[in-house]
């Protein structure tokens, strides 16, 4: 068990809904990191939030927008929601702000846009 | 921009045996690099990450990962693989900083599934 928690586990909506995604990071981890698994793109980072403020960002449709709460979880929305939004959204926490040190990794959330 | 490359999608080896995923990067500068291993429905877990020094690098369950600055590599070995080994691996970079205020994102490689056959 990593420390990190996601919720929901799955999630099964249609095309042009909206949906949220929640993580609570490992205690003591100010970095929240959220990921797009996919057969096709692989493991894509999406956005980085350390101690509520957006640190870096990378292939994050304008669709989907992310926060980070005082209490450091964090929420990823993903809106209008297409059938190729259809993947495994992880999110990950590590201490530091810069990236670069060990990340811990949650279970996933598995989006399934019908 | 930086990137990985992990030529082979899927490793068999059998128990017992030595066992190799192939890792090459690119990035500006020096890298950090490391590697993850994803069992099925599970998060990723950290195995290993170089930093700086000794080029061979050990990590979590007897894995150990050699850096070759010169061929841009970074593979991840085990002396005597272990059924339980079977999972998703992969290799991950992010160029080094000395300082600043900016942060990286880690690019991850497409993974390579090893399967260790008893």
């Known amino acids: 068990d990593s420390g990190v928690t996601q919720t929901p586990k799955h999630l099964i909506t249609a095309t042009g809904q909206r949906v949220t995604l929640r993580c609570s990071p490992r205690?003591?981890?100010?970095?929240v990191y959220w990921y797009q698994q996919s057969l096709d793109q692989g493991l894509q980072f999406l956005i980085q939030?350390?101690?509520?403020?957006?640190?870096a960002k990378g292939n994050i449709l304008e669709r989907f927008s992310a926060q980070q709460f005082p209490d450091l979880h964090s929420e990823l929305n993903l809106s209008s929601l297409e059938l190729g939004d259809s993947a495994l959204y992880f999110c990950?926490?590590?201490?530091?702000?810069?990236?670069?040190?060990?990340?811990?990794f949650g279970p996933g959330t598995r989006l399934t846009v019908l | 921009a930086q990137s990985v490359a992990q030529p082979e999608d899927q490793v068999n080896v059998a128990e017992g045996n030595p066992l190799t995923v192939k890792c090459t990067y690119s990035?500006?500068?020096?890298?950090?690099l490391f590697w993850y291993v994803q069992y099925p429905n599970r998060g990723l877990q950290f195995l290993l990450k170089?930093?700086?020094?000794?080029?061979l690098v050990k990590g979590s369950y007897g894995f150990e990962a050699e850096f070759n600055k010169s061929q841009t590599s970074f593979h991840l070995k085990k002396p005597s693989a272990l059924v339980s080994d079977s999972a998703l691996y992969f290799c991950a970079v992010i160029p080094k900083r000395d300082s600043g205020a900016g942060s990286y994102q880690l690019t991850f490689g497409k993974g390579t599934k090893l399967s260790v056959i008893p």
């Open positions: 205690s003591g981890d100010l970095s």
């Open positions: 990950a926490s590590s201490v530091g702000r810069r990236g670069d040190d060990e990340q811990f």
């Open positions: 939030y350390y101690n509520g403020e957006e640190r």
């Open positions: 990035v500006s500068g020096n890298p950090y």
């Open positions: 170089y930093i700086t020094g000794d080029n």
